[in-house]
């Protein structure tokens, strides 16, 4: 190859563009590398900073629940509203469907609705289903029938675990109601399961008993 044709090499060129722009756009590149080095960095810190609150978090509602069952109620009613601000997502959810039963059980629906306020996420379906059984339940309480009746649709529609419960529960709503027709027609419809569990079957057939006699 002689000098004409290695002036004219097209990787030779290539070579030397890539090289002059580098020199010409030094101060941009480093800037770019540096910015990637910053996002690696920030993402390594958050990412350890996330593991960091999940373990403390787990280890704070261990010790919540171990003072439930220790009959230290405050203590853990104390722990578990730390952890609602503190805790990470999936804690604060487990810790809020917790106050909601304790408030709830104590009937003090004015901290329930404050805690519902909160908008604190639920990740996991079978919590969020037992939150909504509890509205339904605190709905009812209360006397709004048609809210209790839509929160325990909800609940059977993300845990089919529990729609012969949420079933009954309904049929507890419309015996309330005094619509003893609608009531006895769930019932029967429960009963008719097969595999039914056992508690569900035993307050079907005592609601039953008592519809008999209504109707």
């Known amino acids: ?6 002036r004219q090499d097209p990787i030779r060129e290539k070579i030397l563009s890539a090289l002059s722009y580098i020199e010409n756009n030094r101060n941009a590149l480093y800037g770019i590398v540096v910015g990637v080095m910053v996002i690696i960095l920030v993402g390594s810190y958050l990412s350890t900073t996330q593991k960091e609150m999940d373990r403390k978090s787990s280890l704070s509602f261990g010790k919540a629940i171990n003072n439930s069952i220790a009959g230290d109620k405050d203590t853990s ?7 609602l601000s503190e805790g990470s997502k999936e804690v604060a959810g487990s810790a809020l469907v917790y106050l909601v039963d304790y408030y709830l059980s104590n009937k003090n629906f004015e901290k329930v609705d404050s805690l519902l306020n909160l908008n604190i996420d639920i990740t996991d379906n079978v919590l969020q289903s037992k939150m909504y059984a509890m509205q339904g339940d605190m709905n009812l309480d209360k006397k709004e029938y048609e809210k209790s009746l839509e929160f325990y649709s909800q609940a059977a529609k993300i845990n089919n675990s529990i729609e012969n419960h949420m079933m009954f529960k309904k049929a507890v709503v419309y015996y309330e109601k005094e619509e003893f027709k609608e009531s006895k027609e769930i019932i029967e419809e429960i009963l008719a399961v097969e595999d039914l569990q056992y508690d569900v079957k035993n307050q079907c057939e005592k609601y039953l008993f008592i519809l008999n006699d209504s109707i």
């Open 77 to 83: 009613v104390m722990l578990f509203q730390d952890l």
């Open 1 to 6: 190859m002689d000098k004409k044709e290695l």
